[in-house]
């Protein structure tokens, strides 16, 4: 059976707008994919580990040495919006009125 | 020799022309930028074309070989890279619109070691969105299309990658495999694509779809160049945790050691219902034709092959739903205009600059991962995880190589699918189990079906035995001898 879905409160954790259409067609669509998805529950597997990482790696340590980085200037050149070495947003916290 | 056909030789041929002096790497390069001019505007495989930088970098070339200075042998060889590879300067889009104008400041390492190995860049190839595709459809600027048949899929995501090493636009190229994106791509294009095992290329610089299945793969027109091209970028990079602490052995130097004695396991599940009989046969007659060579043929079963689409399909889109959080329009990219505050900005930009695919995939995993979803879904899709890689284990207790087809299809039409996204997740149903393993896995053209299209043989391996897959590849490749020429060739 189709799985069904709450996509407005999906769409809301993703942080993506979507219109009526969009999420009339992700409705129907996501439900198929799940319930093909969905099938992994029917494999055993209880005593199973889960894997993460095929080839696992464990505590990774670069040496710790400095080294150059991206300069300001760089690092601020695709942003959309910028202002005094800084990446400029909408506002994020509310003010009193 | 004219130089007008140059780029229709391999990597290799081209490496010993140049070393020979017999051809200097202008002309090489050259001939590429010619047949980019003359064919891209039918097959659309790059996005961004370079032939300003690498007319420039030839001539430097050439000039230091005058010097007499020792070069490697991919030196002037035109490569193209998929537009997921970050390029310094130039810019990288991911076949997305939220990256249209994003020019990255560093390089990936895969492309640093072939540039400082003398490789010359033609330009950035057309792809999937951020790679979620197996058509080249779900690219923002307009499908790839084959050069076998222009009204007919490349495969995806590297499709880019894969059309211009068919269609001669560039010598090689790297493409990424999260899923099949290098082998597919390959198969339904009439060429070499190889999917290293997961960490022996650097992923530092590759932009993330899903990082515990991301691999950077090459694109080629002979099993030889992929070893040479395989060997010039592999190894240990300290920008990538993932990378392996391997040894990166001279593939080249056991690739004429044949097929005899090799066992091949033929993987039951993959010869199932949804495969055409046109690959079927030829796939099969390819297994005949080893067996002919000397191997020792037997059958190879993955008990859990059934499940994996569906781990497959769970565990990629939550990484990516993950991966892509990071366009919210504030550091780079596209951002939306009017929105009233920093949530309803991101919103409407990641509303706005993706497409269909990458929301569906997402939403998908926001969806698997979110509060009394994730064990049922995740948690249960990376148990199933480990029983595939046991199931591989197994199978490479008694085999050496498995082979199965690459795709149950040749290329489909330009747009048969692009309603049907299930119909869709179903091209990678053999490609995918080798990156939930982790093992590496190649694509080798094994004849035309009855349409006249490309047919992909697949072989895999145990981890890092790309030693072992490169010499079966290049044993059944030679005991072929195909000659691939799609048919927009024919009057160039």
């Given at each position: 059976?189709?799985v069904?879905?709450?996509?407005?409160?999906?769409?809301r954790?993703?942080?993506?707008?979507l219109?009526?259409?969009?999420?009339?067609?992700?409705r129907?669509?996501?439900?198929?994919?799940?319930?093909?998805?969905?099938?992994?529950?029917e494999?055993?597997a209880?005593?199973?580990?889960?894997?993460?990482?095929?080839?696992p790696?464990?505590?990774?340590?670069?040496?710790?040495?400095?080294?150059p980085?991206?300069?300001?200037?760089?690092?601020?050149?695709?942003?959309?919006e910028?202002?005094?070495?800084?990446?400029?947003?909408?506002r994020?916290?509310e003010?009193?009125r | 020799m004219?130089?007008?056909?140059?780029?229709d030789?391999?990597?290799?041929?081209?490496?010993?022309l140049?070393?020979?002096?017999?051809?200097?790497?202008?002309?090489?390069v050259?001939?590429?930028?010619?047949?980019?001019?003359?064919?891209?505007?039918?097959?659309?495989?790059?996005?961004?074309?370079?032939?300003?930088v690498?007319l420039?970098?030839?001539q430097?070339?050439?000039a230091?070989r005058t010097?007499?200075a020792?070069?490697h042998?991919?030196?002037g060889?035109?490569?193209a890279l998929?537009?997921?590879?970050s390029?310094?300067g130039?810019?990288?889009?991911?076949?997305s619109?939220i990256?249209?104008?994003?020019?990255?400041?560093?390089?990936?390492?895969a492309?640093a070691?072939l540039s400082?190995?003398?490789?010359?860049?033609v330009?950035k190839?057309?792809?999937?969105?951020?790679?979620?595709?197996?058509?080249?459809?779900?690219?923002?600027?307009?499908p790839?299309?084959n050069?076998?048949?222009?009204e007919?899929?490349?495969g995806?995501?590297s499709?880019?990658?894969?059309?211009?090493?068919?269609?001669?636009?560039?010598?090689?190229?790297?493409?990424?495999?999260t899923?099949?994106?290098v082998r597919?791509?390959?198969?339904?294009c009439g060429?070499?694509?190889?999917?290293?095992?997961?960490?022996?290329?650097?992923r530092?610089?590759?932009i993330?779809?899903a990082?515990s299945?991301?691999?950077?793969?090459?694109?080629?027109?002979?099993?030889?160049?992929?070893?040479?091209l395989?060997?010039?970028i592999?190894?240990k990079?300290?920008?990538?945790?993932?990378?392996l602490d391997?040894?990166?052995?001279?593939?080249?130097?056991?690739l004429e050691d044949?097929?005899?004695g090799l066992?091949?396991?033929?993987?039951?599940?993959?010869f199932?219902?949804g495969?055409?009989?046109?690959?079927?046969?030829?796939?099969?007659?390819?297994?005949?034709?080893?067996?002919?060579l000397g191997?020792?043929v037997?059958e190879?079963?993955?008990?859990?092959?059934?499940?994996?689409l569906?781990?497959?399909?769970?565990i990629?889109?939550s990484?990516?739903?993950?991966?892509l959080?990071?366009?919210?329009?504030v550091?780079?990219?596209?951002?939306?205009?009017?929105?009233?505050?920093?949530?309803?900005?991101?919103?409407?930009t990641?509303?706005?600059?993706?497409?269909?695919?990458?929301?569906?995939?997402v939403?998908?995993?926001?969806?698997?991962?979110?509060?009394?979803?994730?064990e049922?879904?995740?948690?249960?899709?990376?148990?199933?995880?480990?029983?595939i890689?046991?199931?591989?284990?197994r199978a490479?207790?008694?085999?050496?190589?498995?082979?199965?087809?690459?795709?149950p299809?040749?290329?489909?039409?330009?747009?048969e699918?692009?309603d049907?996204?299930m119909?869709?997740?179903l091209?990678?149903?053999?490609?995918?189990?080798?990156?939930?393993?982790?093992?590496?896995?190649?694509?080798?053209?094994?004849?035309?079906?009855?349409?006249?299209?490309?047919?992909?043989?697949?072989?895999?391996?145990?981890?890092?035995?790309?030693d072992v897959?490169?010499?079966?590849?290049?044993a059944?490749e030679?005991?072929?001898?195909?000659v691939?020429?799609?048919g927009?060739?024919?009057g160039?």
């Open positions: 059976m189709a069904e879905i709450d996509i407005d409160h999906v769409a954790l993703a942080r993506i707008e219109t009526d259409r969009e999420k009339e067609q992700l129907r669509q996501l439900g198929v994919i799940l319930e093909h998805a969905a099938r992994v529950g494999v055993a209880e005593d199973v580990p889960p894997t993460a990482y095929a080839i790696r464990s505590n990774v340590y670069r040496d710790d040495e400095p080294e980085s991206l300069p300001q200037a760089e690092a601020l050149a695709n942003a959309p910028q202002e005094g070495g800084r990446f400029k947003v909408v994020v916290v003010t009193e | 004219t130089s007008a056909d140059l780029c030789l391999t990597g290799s041929e081209l490496a010993a140049i070393a020979s002096g017999e051809v200097g790497a202008s002309e090489v050259e001939s590429s930028l010619r047949r980019i001019e003359a064919v891209d505007g039918d097959v659309r495989a790059f996005l961004t074309p370079t032939p300003e690498a420039e970098r030839a430097e070339l050439d230091h010097t007499g020792p070069q042998p991919i030196a060889i035109p490569v998929k537009d997921v590879l390029t310094m130039i810019r990288t889009t991911c076949g619109k990256l249209e104008h994003y020019v990255p400041p560093y390089d990936c390492t492309w070691r400082g190995h003398g490789s010359v860049l330009g190839t057309n792809c999937d969105e951020f790679a979620m595709g197996s058509s080249n459809e779900n690219s923002a600027f307009g790839v299309r050069p076998w048949d222009l007919r899929v490349p995806g995501s499709g880019g990658s894969a059309a211009a090493v068919a269609a001669g636009e560039a010598a090689w190229a790297l493409g990424t495999d899923g099949g994106s597919q791509p390959a198969s339904l060429v070499v694509g190889l999917k290293p095992t997961y960490g022996l290329i650097s530092y610089g590759l993330a779809f990082s299945l991301d691999t950077v793969g090459t694109l080629t027109r002979s099993v030889r160049d992929a070893a040479l395989l060997g010039a592999a190894g990079d300290p920008r990538d945790a993932t990378s391997a040894d990166v052995p001279d593939y080249l130097s056991s044949g097929i005899r066992r091949v396991g033929v993987i039951a599940e993959a199932g219902e495969v055409e009989p046109g690959v079927r046969d030829a796939v099969r007659s390819s297994i005949d034709r080893l067996a002919a191997a020792d037997g190879a079963s993955l008990p859990h092959a059934g499940h994996t569906s781990a497959y399909y769970l990629a889109p990484e990516a739903s993950s991966n959080a990071r366009y919210d329009g550091r780079y990219g596209y951002r939306a205009e009017g929105g009233a505050d920093s949530v309803e900005m991101m919103a409407r990641r509303g706005e600059g993706f497409g269909a695919e990458v929301k569906r995939r939403m998908l995993g926001t969806y698997a991962l979110s509060a009394g979803y994730y049922a879904y995740y948690g249960q899709a990376q148990k199933v995880r480990t029983l890689i046991r199931d591989y284990e490479f207790e008694r085999f050496d190589v498995l082979v199965s087809p690459t795709s299809t040749t290329a489909f039409r330009i747009g699918k692009v049907d996204p119909a869709m997740y091209n990678d149903i053999f490609t995918i189990p080798a990156n939930l393993a982790g093992v590496p896995a190649i694509s080798v053209p094994c004849g035309l079906d009855d349409d006249g299209l490309p047919v992909g043989f697949q072989l895999t391996a145990p981890v890092l035995r790309e897959l490169l010499r079966a590849a290049n059944l030679r005991d072929l001898g195909l691939l020429r799609p927009l060739l024919a160039v």
